[in-house]
């Protein structure tokens, strides 16, 4: 048995691994890189293996770093099925529908700009709508902690991961010329305590874990302080009669911003201003989130129990059409814009941004990891100006940051997360960290009496049994 690690090694996005059993290969996420354009483009058009050599496919959650490429590697011959869970699978359809079109879009804006310099290049799309629908048609969905047969000696089981909904942890039992191995990948871990979705679950007796490692190195501020920091920069910022710009992803921040402005507003702990969901994509996974209540927690239903949407509330309004959120440029009264993208690459935000990020009455809320290279961590790392749609803009908004929403788990909750495996793990991978993070984490892990962790390197094969 052996894993190759094609992504996601020293860095956060990319995601993508591949474990050979008994002569089988299991790819596990196929995830897209972000960050510096031209190199991601590069790596998401090609792919470092042949896809038609893959036997089946597993997908821990439905982020783009993890998930993206998927239309690409079946474009591409891969004839397996795709195992992932319920909510997974539907977030997929609605997130990788969105990917094509910014595909699409792309490769349209390179072929007018080269037009326009006289150029003979054009490129096509890495893969568009038609792409996704022929890999929606490979998922096949499992419930957690359901064991599956994927492949001969391979029994697959989902534990929730509580990073995004739908998200889980890939546990393989897996045997080999009479051995047995159970496997474990965390995809991302998230939190305990998050207010939407059930906690964490660590399988036992696992032997072999590869680990995201995104957070190695920080703490995040407790969960219970979300509402009142939230309420802090919203009434600061309603005193001085400006905007809230909050950048978030589509997927799960975006629903648990909305969940935590309306407990904020039935407490009375902010004024009544508008809040405007400004991403059509956002406005659809939230009706995700109505579909699938086996992922809340308690606290969610309360209010499903009592036929209340914990996605709604007077005042909340979910904007689809171009015209009307254009519209919002013209306002000039406190209110909150919630829009993708969360790491602020593409999407509406920019143009919020373009807008608001001048004005030192507003603020630009930051709520979510901001990889390298992107706006998003130019923005929190405190830049004077910043380029958006190829302008300077000089930074006047005031930015706040506050990571008791992040989704993954901190320093503490990783460690937790491997304590709370238990002593059969004999072996770790590192992945899904930049390099600080993944170093820092290793040391904490082998602080508490791991002896092997691994920081792989990118294409290299490890035996694993
Ligand atoms: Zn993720």
Redesign the pocket.
């Known amino acids: 048995m052996k894993i190759q690690f094609m992504g996601a090694v020293r860095e956060v996005t990319g995601?993508m691994h591949i474990l050979t059993v008994g002569g089988k290969r299991i790819l596990l996420d196929c995830g897209f890189f972000q960050g510096r354009r031209e190199e991601s483009n590069r790596m998401n058009r090609n792919l470092p293996f042949d896809p038609s050599t893959i036997d089946v496919m597993v997908l821990?959650?439905?982020?783009i770093?993890?998930s993206g490429n998927i239309p690409g590697l079946v474009k591409k011959g891969f004839k397996g099925v795709i195992y992932t869970t319920f909510a997974t699978r539907d977030l997929c359809s609605l997130m990788l529908m969105d990917s094509a079109y910014i595909q699409v879009k792309d490769a349209e804006f390179f072929n007018r700009k080269a037009e326009e310099r006289g150029e003979k290049d054009r490129i096509t799309p890495i893969y568009d709508e038609a792409d996704v629908r022929a890999c929606l048609s490979r998922f096949v969905a499992i419930d957690y902690q359901v064991t599956l047969p994927i492949l001969p000696g391979v029994n697959l089981t989902f534990y929730n991961a509580a990073?995004?909904l739908g998200?889980a942890v890939v546990c393989l039992d897996l045997e080999e010329d009479g051995k047995n191995l159970r496997f474990l990948f965390s995809?991302?871990i998230g939190r305990w305590g998050l207010p939407i979705l059930k906690d964490p679950v660590c399988p036992q007796g696992v032997e072999i874990f590869v680990s995201?490692s995104?957070y190695g190195d920080r703490l995040h501020d407790p969960i219970d302080s979300r509402g009142e920091s939230l309420a802090r920069v919203i009434n600061e910022t309603t005193q001085r009669k400006g905007k809230v710009i909050i950048p978030s992803f589509a997927l799960e921040r975006a629903q648990e911003i909305i969940f935590a402005l309306k407990k904020l507003f039935q407490d009375k702990q902010i004024p009544k201003i508008p809040v405007y969901v400004d991403s059509p994509l956002a406005t659809s996974i939230t009706q995700v989130f109505r579909m699938h209540p086996e992922c809340y927690d308690e606290e969610v239903l309360v209010f499903t129990n009592h036929q209340d949407n914990p996605f709604s509330f007077d005042g909340l309004e979910f904007i689809t059409r171009v015209e009307d959120s254009k519209a919002l440029n013209e306002r000039t009264d406190p209110m909150v814009i919630i829009a993708a993208s969360g790491m602020c690459e593409a999407g509406r935000i920019l143009h919020h941004l373009r807008n608001n990020i001048s004005n030192e009455h507003n603020t630009i809320l930051i709520v979510g990891f901001q990889a390298h290279y992107t706006l998003g961590r130019k923005i929190l790392r405190g830049d004077s100006e910043v380029r958006i749609f190829g302008m300077m803009h000089p930074v006047e908004a005031k930015i706040e940051v506050l990571n008791s929403f992040s989704?993954?788990a901190d320093r503490n909750e990783l460690l937790r997360y491997r304590t709370e495996l238990g002593d059969t793990v004999r072996k770790i991978f590192l992945v899904h960290g930049e390099d600080e993070q993944a170093e820092a984490y290793r040391t904490l892990l082998m602080e508490n009496g791991d002896k092997d962790v691994t920081i792989p390197e990118l294409y290299k094969e490890y035996e694993i049994i």
């Open positions: 995601s821990s959650h439905a982020h770093d993890h990073h995004v998200s995809g991302d995201e995104t989704g993954h």
